[in-house]
């Protein structure tokens, strides 16, 4: 494999179709599209194991050109009057400046040296700098490389720097992270658990919540929280990934718990008001986050406000096998990166159950064959080599750990990863692991006009005040 540009099998999803078709299909289709079909196919699943099809674009409003334009030339100037403060790279000693302590000041460094780090890896990520398998305190710019190996059989040239430097002397370290390719797909991990929760997730129990199985026609995935709409009528909903919830073929895009009728017992729940699978890097993160014209970030969201006809009283906020959750933990680019690097998280699939994992990085940047640039939040590491989700876990929400008792929080929905893709190499001597893509969860609700809805109270509330206007 070259590891001189970055392959466009490289992508979160694990998809053999590179990522510029997607994008070239999410340009063609806007809005619902008039495409039947005549027999729906077998029900797929789709998760971080890779079966992600990126060709499904309702509902999702491209950015116009002229858009695309503007926000190229603010990017130019954006990033020009900034370079004045950028020194060179550093090779084999650290620089003298502040050392970089935020996920805003890692993120500035790395872009203005993303013309570098491209020549040589397949990403880069941002988090702490990892020794024998284990993250240490040193901020740092994860580079992935197909292979790693010792400076002394690398060309000068090859070498990537010890340190950047960014504006006004900032800096921080680089540390190189394996990438481990497999060639060609394998196939996808089926389900390997059948646990009392994971039953009770695919139909067992008589409640429905975050890590619960839902289906449209054709594709099955994880429900990831209950929410409420903060426009209209408020609609009381729920959250998954808009590549579980969205499917051209079927315009009406219903989903179902656990089946769709056609396919085995379930009822429906509701259809698809609204959802999205890309935006723009100035309007997830707030900043430039790239240097590319055209960079965008993974958002893969859709709310489904439930039907009228629904009996809330099947529905719990509570996530089994953890219970009542905290509210959403929200991202701020300037707190420093041991808030959220490092951290124990959990999560609850409809295929792999109760996980814990660890987040490794924030922020993961791809570039594709054609220059564009993709972002996807987060990298999440399964512990002792175990698989942190498996084939239907899209959609699952990510939450934090509590500390000193407190409630998990919510920071993220898993949207992809690349089990059957390629795995990271953490420690030398060990097998390379798999890992885990997720969504920012608090910009996705922001993006997406929903609030997270945290308790059963709170839930019989919201559907009282409802249930009361409908009378009315």
Not at 20 to 29: F, Q
Not at 174 to 186: I, K, L, N, R, T
Not at 449 to 458: C, F, K, Q, R, V
Request: hydrophobic share 35%; aromatic share 8%; glycine share 12%.
């Amino acid at each position: 494999m070259d590891s001189s540009k970055v392959d466009s099998r490289y992508n979160h999803s694990g998809s053999s179709r590179s990522e510029e078709s997607a994008l070239d299909l999410e340009r063609t289709y806007c809005g619902h599209p008039n495409i039947h079909s005549s027999s729906p196919p077998p029900l797929q699943a789709f998760a971080s194991g890779g079966q992600l099809s990126d060709t499904n674009a309702a509902y999702f409003s491209w950015p116009t050109s002229s858009r695309l334009n503007d926000s190229a030339e603010d990017r130019a100037n954006y990033f020009g009057n900034l370079q004045k403060g950028v020194l060179p790279e550093t090779l084999g000693r650290l620089p003298k400046g502040q050392q970089a302590t935020t996920l805003l000041e890692l993120m500035t460094i790395r872009a203005f040296h993303s013309k570098l780090l491209r020549r040589f890896s397949l990403g880069t990520a941002i988090g702490f700098r990892i020794k024998q398998g284990e993250l240490t305190d040193v901020p740092a710019i994860l580079v992935f490389v197909a292979r790693k190996v010792h400076k002394q059989w690398l060309n000068h040239v090859q070498c990537l720097p010890t340190a950047l430097e960014g504006p006004g002397g900032i800096w921080c370290v680089v540390d190189v992270v394996e990438f481990s390719y497999y060639g060609a797909p394998a196939a996808t991990p089926k389900e390997q658990l059948y646990t009392e929760i994971v039953d009770g997730l695919r139909g067992s129990d008589p409640l429905i919540g975050s890590g619960s199985q839902v289906a449209s026609q054709e594709t099955y995935g994880t429900l990831g929280a209950i929410v409420k709409s903060r426009t209209g009528n408020r609609q009381v909903g729920f959250l998954t990934n808009r590549h579980v919830a969205v499917d051209l073929d079927y315009p009406s895009q219903k989903m179902f718990h656990p089946l769709p009728p056609s396919l085995g017992p379930g009822v429906y729940l509701g259809a698809v008001e609204r959802a999205t699978s890309f935006i723009t890097d100035d309007l997830w993160y707030g900043i430039f986050a790239g240097t590319n014209p055209e960079t965008f970030v993974r958002a893969d969201g859709a709310f489904i406000p439930f039907a009228e006809d629904f009996d809330m009283s099947y529905v719990t906020t509570s996530v089994k096998g953890i219970g009542e959750i905290g509210d959403v933990n929200t991202i701020d680019l300037q707190s420093p990166i041991g808030s959220l690097i490092g951290r124990q998280v959990v999560k609850v699939g409809r295929s792999s159950g109760l996980t814990t994992g660890t987040i490794m990085a924030y922020a993961l940047e791809y570039n594709d064959e054609k220059g564009i640039c993709f972002f996807t939040d987060f990298l999440v590491v399964g512990e002792n080599q175990q698989s942190f989700d498996l084939e239907g876990d899209s959609g699952s929400l990510i939450l934090l750990t509590g500390q000193n008792g407190e409630k998990a929080k919510p920071v993220g929905i898993i949207w992809g990863g690349t089990a059957n893709r390629g795995r990271l190499k953490l420690k030398v001597g060990q097998s390379p692991e798999n890992w885990t893509s997720g969504v920012d969860l608090g910009r996705l609700l922001d993006l997406l006009e929903l609030d997270l809805i945290t308790s059963n109270e709170g839930l019989q509330g919201l559907h009282s005040v409802v249930f009361v206007h409908v009378r009315n």
